[in-house]
T-cell receptor, first 116, second 112 residues
Framework: GAGVSQSPSNKVTEKGKDVELRCDPI?????LYWYRQSLGQGLEFLIY????????KSGLPSDRFSAERTGGSVSTLTIQRTQQEDSAVYLC??????????????FGPGTRLTVL | DAKTTQPTSMDCAEGRAANLPCNHS???????VYWYRQIHSQGPQYIIH???NNETNEMASLIITEDRKSSTLILPHATLRDTAVYYC?????????????FGDGTTLTVKP
């Protein structure tokens, strides 16, 4: 079946603008995660959804960052008033304990955000 | 989640086995060891996971020490396409496992 998809693949924006990043998880996966990866760095956790609720928002770096998930499926990460330090690859992953799997996370290709 | 430590980088000759170590000395009894890899400009890819027994799949083998404080990922016949950053993480195996803490991983370079 289809994997995790993210859009857009690349986004260039001007400082101060708002951006929305979209994640379509694997169908049936109840958990969804957002991570951020700056150039040459490891993954930085942002937020985790179980269904439509977000029990762990501890990684969101500031109140300019927010995320929502509707219908237990698609998620949108919104960054308001973008800053240059927001430039990074934003990765989405989904997981499910069902189907005999090991609750491993399946990652999308990421959205590369560049703030000028 | 327990913290893991990995060497920053490793080299391996093409066709030889690549053995990537990971220390997780503070692992809890209900935490599994997971390995992922990230090839340049792609999202991380799941490789394998285990609790205490050694595991093998079509991609790799995972050897976990008896005390579970460390593990080794083995790529039996490394190819150039195995050049990537390899992440070792630990997390519980349930629906509410929440976030995974990814460190900086090991950059494996497979050389001809």
């Amino acid at each position: 079946g289809a994997g995790v998809s993210q859009s857009p693949s690349n986004k260039v924006t001007e400082k101060g603008k708002d951006v929305e990043l979209r994640c379509d998880p694997i169908s049936g996966h109840t958990a969804l995660y957002w991570y951020r990866q700056s150039l040459g760095q490891g993954l930085e956790f942002l937020i985790y959804f179980q269904g439509n609720s977000a029990p762990d928002k501890s990684g969101l770096p500031s109140d300019r960052f927010s995320a929502e998930r509707t219908g237990g499926s698609v998620s949108t990460l919104t960054i308001q008033r973008t800053q240059q330090e927001d430039s990074a690859v934003y990765l989405c992953a989904s997981s499910s304990p069902l189907g005999g799997g090991g609750n491993e996370q399946f990652f999308g290709p990421g959205t590369r955000l560049t703030v000028l | 989640d327990a913290k893991t430590t990995q060497p920053t980088s490793m080299d391996c000759a093409e066709g030889r086995a690549a053995n990537l170590p990971c220390n997780h000395s503070t692992i809890s009894g209900n935490e599994y060891v997971y390995w992922y890899r990230q090839i340049h400009s792609q999202g991380p890819q799941y490789i394998i996971h285990g609790l205490k027994n050694n595991e093998t799949n079509e991609m790799a083998s995972l050897i976990i020490t008896e005390d579970r404080k460390s593990s080794t990922l083995i790529l039996p016949h490394a190819t150039l396409r195995d050049t990537a950053v390899y992440y070792c993480i630990v997390r519980v195996l349930n629906t509410n496992a929440g976030k995974s803490t990814f460190g900086d991983g090991t950059t494996l370079t497979v050389k001809p």
